[in-house]
């Protein structure tokens, strides 16, 4: 637990709410028994079968084989049977975007007025009313969470406290949603993502979304207003206009505040200023050599790794929403089939050099006829497709990801004293990694978000 947070009087308040909350969820019944198959253990791979889980005040009390367990339980206790199903812990999006949701422009609009498929949904975001954006949020955060991610950690474009407020939202039991770790403001140069503004507003606009970075005081000034709005973590942009020395201010003010920093790297260059400066993980980090790898392992910085744009996956987005000239076709075909070869020679170096990683789906995007959990999931199953073991996805989004957030004493595995945060699936997902992407079975904090085992067992 931060000491900040004790002096921090929303965060008082909220832990106070979530309190509240609890009693009135659970004052029937605080202890549940959750009855299985089979309950896997990512960081083993070994499976208990039967197996039970003993719940109470929302923690995890015991695991163990259900007749134990059920001696120990006092009568009265509440049973949750999954039958044949497979329980995980509750999933990590170690890389989320909660606060923005793009539409795929016409290929017109990103031929004429925009340098990608990325500016126009950003800045019409960031035109939005904040209420409204972070409604949109509590919905996309809803939608996490049944899909079985119990924990996202919102990496920026989100306004100036949105993932916040929203945090904020979800902790008091105002609505539904996964724990968020939130950022706030991304800490960038000026130049990254936005140009060419109208120069009467562009700063206005600017920072709306993001705290510039210049110089190392800028960057302490930039951390400490991001700490004003309570932030969990920091998260900056790294390109060739971000110096060593800026980055390293950013991080040491951040660890002073006992914030992890997030470094958005993709480049070799950007990827090595991260690594000189010391952040605790390079998000993206597509063009890591091997010897940064061997760097990485070597300090303890963390790889999280964003599958969303490997193979096909960005003509499922677009397909669906823009009309598609046979050029334009033809030129998503040919990065996607470019990218077929780069992201597996990507991931085997990686599982090769021991470093450290984790994943997150990176997701910003509409997706039509998915919900944004579904989208999410089905991203992090491109890690399969990428040459990952069903057991290495797996603990990319539930083990090793808790590690990344410094949050291993609380999430990420099935054990006594975490928060009792489950899913299930129906079948093996070590036998098919799909299965993540029909998450039947989640519960937070003790709670039952959803359970589709029982309707099925009802309707029979
Ligand atoms: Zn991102």
Known sequence: MKMRRWFSLSATL?????????????????????????????????????????????????????????????????IIDLG???????????????????????????????????????????AESPAKRVLQGAQLAREDLESGFTTVRNLGHSGIDGDAALRDAINAGRIPGPRILASARKLIALGTYVQS???????????????????????????????????????????????????????????????????????????????????????????????????????????????????RFIMKITEPSIVMSPALRASNADSAARTQKR????????????????????MCWFYPGKTRGQASAATLVNLRDAGMSPLDVIRAITTNAAEMLGWQDRIGAIEPGKFADLTAVAEDPVADITELERVRFVMKDGQVIRNDFATNSANR
């Open 197 to 311: 503004l109208n120069p009467a507003i562009s700063q206005a606009i600017i920072e709306q979304e993001f705290l510039l970075v210049d110089s190392p005081d800028r960057a302490r000034q930039a951390v400490r207003q991001n700490v004003f709005y309570n932030v969990d973590l920091i998260k900056v942009t790294v390109g060739d206009d971000i110096s060593v020395p800026e980055l390293a201010a950013v991080v040491d003010e951040a660890h002073r505040q006992h914030l992890k920093v997030a470094a958005h790297a993709t480049d070799t260059a950007s990827i090595q200023t991260a690594i000189d400066a010391g952040a605790d993980s390079i998000e993206h980090g597509n063009q890591v050599t091997d010897e940064q790898l061997k760097q990485m392992r070597d300090k303890g910085i963390f790889l999280d790794l964003t599958p969303t744009f490997f193979g």
């Open 14 to 78: 909220s832990y106070a709410l979530l309190a509240i909350g609890q009693l009135a969820g659970q004052s029937s019944s605080l202890l549940t028994l959750v009855k299985t198959n089979r309950l896997l253990d990512p960081r083993s791979g070994s499976v208990l079968s039967p197996a039970a889980v003993l719940i109470e005040n929302g923690k995890i009390k015991e695991v163990g084989a259900p007749a134990q367990l059920q001696s120990h339980a006092p009568a009265g206790v509440r």
């Open 343 to 362: 992201y597996p020679e990507l991931v085997q170096r990686v599982l090769k050099s021991g470093v450290r990683f984790a994943a997150g789906s990176d």
């Open 84 to 126: 044949g199903a497979t329980l995980l812990p509750g999933l990590i999006d170690s890389h989320t975007h909660l606060l923005l949701d793009v539409i795929v422009p016409p290929e017109a609009e990103i031929a004429r007025h925009s340098n990608g498929t990325f500016a126009p949904g950003l800045l019409l975001a960031v």
